[in-house]
């Protein structure tokens, strides 16, 4: 159990009074008021009285267990629990039980689609943010119960590979090109499409070539394919990703032709300038920009694969939730797709999301392969991981694993720094910043958790939890931290509600402060042996959810820094 078994509590003694409470109580800003908050604005409107006389009167009324007490503080109700219970339930639950998780499959499907790389390109730096939040929704989703089904869409087919057809047939290639030799290729053809407008003819051409299944022009494509695969595993292995499925928008082309019947079937398709589109319109009615779902010249876009991946997958999954993590200019895309699906008249349209995300930020510039000035995940993995082995070496003796710990330091720290901002927010993006092992960083979490760690084997402590031990704890640092981990699960589902990882990256920081303080008061080691091994109790607790939540988060932990 964990302060949700206290909160619900308080809530079931609120409602038996009739009050209206929702699903959850505030926690107030002051932990010093309480650990829980109920707010008596709108109750005193009702009432035609003040916030603070509703407070007095719920405080005088609720039947509430002997371990909590309630008491009214200004326009707040406020919830104690009694310190010998808190410890006793928190640190059991941490030590005893599968804290933070809920049974296996027990909240449904939820498809999650990120990363979403285009091939015929190296991973960069702008992939990290929807990768890195995917795979800790990803895992954060499954520990909560839900049967998650992660999918890289790959952005494998498109008018850019006909681009990459005409280069091919202007530039000689190495017989095996690298992923570089390829952009490499897709810059220089942009660049001549600009003084060569027929370039851009015979591109759309190669395209509606490659989508009749022209032999020549699919080897071609194959091979863009197969070695960007190869390219994109290399990095999600380094990152620790991994994808239920990867099929690129080329898979649900087969699919099309019974889209476009469906669509037609309902008249939905008008005919635009030789085109065929939906008309779409927003939340309030708004008419937007139509969806596109086939050309005049019968090639299809994005939006068509995407409507025909929609279908497909609730065919085959008949999911609960999806989640399209995607760039934030694509926000009228997929209201466009979403106002398709719900004019389809689709059971599953409501069920659908975008989470946008912001940019990174070097120099204010924004990147694009078409101008060629853009910068690879690899290129700020290994300058992250040069950093910190400099770092490393400056601070202690040389040791043979320098390099690992470097590398595993390197990743916390470039994952962190992405999942710590509001995905929304754009990134500037600052090496030193990221890598710094004194700031709100990942290289701080990952020493909190090796501090742990150090403690514990100094001690030679193999935690056996007895409840008895939580009696010799009490002092406001340790109960400051107590009350920081018994918010792990709740701190977990607002992660899942809001889709922001930087909800969980916030509270591990503010977990490892909370340490901090108790390290810098509470010394572990004492001649007392039963508060030192209540201390180590604490201890243990603390690094079993630093360890699962930076875990989540992505985050490796190295045994030393």
Not at 497 to 507: D, E, F, N, Q, R
């Amino acid at each position: 159990m964990s302060v949700e078994k206290f909160e619900k509590q308080c809530i079931q003694a609120l409602q038996a009074l009739s009050i209206d409470v929702g699903t959850s109580l505030e926690i107030p800003a002051d932990r010093s008021h309480g650990d829980f908050a109920f707010a008596c604005f709108r109750l005193a409107k009702q009432e035609k009285s003040s916030p603070h006389t509703q407070a007095l009167r719920l405080a005088s009324s609720l039947v509430l267990p002997p371990s909590i007490h309630a008491h009214a503080l200004g326009p707040y109700l406020n919830f104690q629990i009694e310190k010998k219970t808190l410890f006793e339930t928190i640190l059991g639950s941490i030590l005893t039980t599968a804290y933070g998780s809920l049974p296996p499959k027990t909240r449904g499907t939820w498809i999650i689609e990120y990363s979403s790389p285009n091939v015929a390109k190296p991973l960069n730096i702008y992939h990290l943010r929807p990768t890195v939040l995917g795979a800790a929704l990803d895992r954060i989703g499954r520990l909560r119960g839900y049967d998650v089904i992660s999918l890289n869409h790959l952005g494998d087919w498109g008018k850019q590979y006909g681009l990459l057809t005409v280069g091919f047939q202007i530039y000689p290639m190495p017989e095996n090109p690298t992923i570089h030799d390829l952009v490499a290729l897709y810059v220089q053809v942009n660049q001549d499409a600009v003084t060569d407008p027929t370039i851009q003819e015979r591109a759309r051409q190669a395209f509606c070539d490659l989508e009749a299944g022209d032999p020549q022009i699919t080897a071609l494509w194959q091979k863009c394919v197969t070695l960007s695969c190869a390219s994109f595993e290399a990095m999600y292995a380094r990152l620790g990703v991994h994808f239920d499925y990867i099929w690129g928008e080329s898979f649900y082309t087969p699919m099309i032709p019974s889209l476009v019947e469906l669509l037609k079937a309902k008249s939905l398709l008008k005919e635009s300038d030789g085109a065929w589109v939906v008309p779409v319109t927003d939340t309030t009615g708004k008419e937007l920009p139509p969806c596109m779902i086939q050309k005049s010249d019968g090639a299809t876009i994005y939006a068509t694969r995407d409507l025909a991946a929609a279908l497909y997958r609730y065919e085959r999954f008949h999911f609960d939730r999806m989640t399209y993590i995607v760039g934030a200019e694509q926000k009228l895309h997929f209201i466009q797709i979403f106002d398709v699906l719900k004019q389809l008249e689709l059971p599953f349209a409501k069920h659908c999301e975008h989470i946008p995300f912001g940019l990174y930020r070097f120099q204010d510039s924004k990147m694009s392969t078409r101008r060629g000035n853009f910068i690879t995940l690899e290129e700020v993995l290994e300058a992250a991981q040069q950093r910190v082995y400099e770092i490393l070496q400056s601070r202690q003796e040389a040791r043979d694993d320098d390099a690992e710990v470097a590398e595993m330091v390197a990743i916390g720290a470039v994952i962190f720094h992405d999942l710590a901002v509001d995905p929304i927010k754009d990134i500037d993006f600052a090496l030193e910043r990221a890598i710094d092992f004194e700031g709100e960083t990942g290289p701080y979490l990952q020493y909190a958790h090796t501090r742990c760690l150090g403690i514990l084997k100094k001690a030679q402590f193999v935690p056996t939890f007895d409840p008895s031990y939580a009696s010799y704890l009490g002092t406001d640092e340790e109960h400051a931290l107590i009350r920081h981990l018994g918010l792990y699960p709740r701190t977990l589902e607002r992660t899942l509600t809001t889709a922001k990882a930087s909800i969980l990256a916030h509270y591990l920081l503010d977990v490892t402060h909370a340490f901090h303080v108790f390290y810098k008061h509470c010394h572990v080691l004492t001649d007392n042996k039963e508060l030192s091994y209540a201390r180590l109790l604490l201890v243990e607790a603390t690094r079993k959810v630093l360890a699962q939540g930076l875990s989540l988060l992505g985050i490796p932990l190295p045994h030393r820094m």
